[in-house]
């Protein structure tokens, strides 16, 4: 018997490894709560509210900061939030522009490896197949996903991801 085919959320013409900036999610498998936990803001005593990282979610972090570093003058992590069962981040492509041989690996490409290394760190895949992306197309889009991303943990009881 022939499986599904799962249907692509890439724009097909669209060369995702040239300059530009994504907005990207990715989830863990079954939405679970595998990377932190949300503290602060109790009723009437007001703390900082911050996901507070499992294992797992430091190990993430440490992958995110490590991607700049990977792919040296090609791809930035601009900004990004690591939440209980997602995360979200500003990713940013400079093709070319740092005098590199080769061509900047392709965002899907780029998120298999970070996906891989965090699997086998883990020995285990926490994640969910695939990722959501959008293509910044204007500046303006630019600072309004860096605002949903500084905003997102103030919003976890609401956020379509919210697992109790």
């Known amino acids: 018997m022939e ?36 503290v ?22 440490r992958e995110l900061q490590k991607i700049s570093q990977l792919y040296y ?16 981040l500003l990713l940013r492509i400079e093709n070319g522009e740092c005098g590199r041989p080769q061509v900047a690996p392709t965002v899907s490409r780029m998120i298999q490896q970070f996906k891989g290394s965090i699997t086998k760190q883990i020995g ?21 996903k860096w605002k949903y991303i500084d905003g997102n943990i103030f919003r976890w009881q609401e956020d379509e991801y919210y697992k109790a």
């Open 3 to 38: 499986l599904p085919k799962r249907k692509s959320v890439r724009f097909p013409e669209y060369d995702y490894s040239q300059s530009g900036a994504y907005f990207v999610t990715i989830c863990a498998k079954d939405h679970a709560c595998l990377l932190g936990v949300v």
């Open 40 to 61: 602060g803001a109790t009723c009437g005593r007001p703390s900082p509210v911050y996901c507070q990282l499992s294992g797992y979610g430091q190990i993430i972090e």
């Open 73 to 88: 003058g090609v791809i930035h992590i601009d900004h990004y939030v690591i939440m209980p069962n997602h995360i979200h």
């Open 124 to 144: 285990q895949s926490i994640w969910q197949k695939s990722f959501h992306d959008r293509i910044i197309r204007k500046e303006q889009e630019y600072l309004a």
